[in-house]
């Protein structure tokens, strides 16, 4: 299976940016924007997450010259785990995937509160899978979307799904 993720970066208005914590490198000298290092880790034994550079001017830039963003691993983060609910859940329904794209399209904007927070996050699921028509499909990606651990832990934003069966 092949599963993409993806997040925006930016659009026709000048990109926004969300605060985010995450250790820092030493104060950037002014009039310049500091970088980072935000290490990921996981609590399984063998995992191979690693640590990832992140750029606060380079999270919307088009070209983030090999950095990511909080947003860019929130949506590997969540693409991922509705992949894996998808895929649990289709097989309960009497279905095997056979191929299997889900994308996750997440969105920053300012926090009426102040500050910046996570807008949206746009869900896209198409794939094949043997034994499910596309009545079936849609009521799996839409039970993997309230099942998934990863769509739970972000209820405060809103996630809309798109699913399409080949």
Same mark, same amino acid.
Request: with cysteine; glycine share 10%.
């Given at each position: ?8 970066? !930016?659009?026709? /208005? @000048?990109? &926004?940016?969300? *605060?985010? $914590? ?43 010259? !090999?950095?990511? /963003? @909080?947003? &860019?691993?929130? *949506?590997? $983060? ?49 794939? &094949? ?38």
């Amino acid at each position: 299976m092949w599963w993409p993720w993806t997040a925006g970066r !930016g659009g026709p /208005s @000048p990109p &926004e940016q969300e *605060a985010h $914590a995450c250790p820092l490198a030493p104060p950037a000298p002014p009039g310049t924007a500091p970088s980072s290092r935000a290490p990921a880790r996981s609590s399984r034994a063998g995992s191979k997450v690693g640590t990832y550079d992140v750029s606060f001017p380079k999270r919307a830039a088009e070209d983030a010259d !090999g950095t990511t /963003s @909080p947003e &860019e691993l929130i *949506a590997a $983060a969540h693409s991922a785990c509705y992949a894996m609910q998808f895929s649990a859940m289709a097989a309960q329904a009497g279905g095997t995937p056979r191929a299997l794209e889900v994308k996750a399209d997440v969105s920053l904007g300012p926090d009426p509160a102040g500050g910046f927070r996570l807008t949206g996050i746009a869900l896209t699921v198409t794939g &094949e899978v043997e034994g499910l028509d596309a009545d079936a499909f849609q009521r799996v990606a839409q039970q993997a979307k309230e099942g998934c651990p990863v769509s739970k832990a972000l209820t405060g934003v809103e996630i809309t799904l798109t699913a399409q069966a080949d």
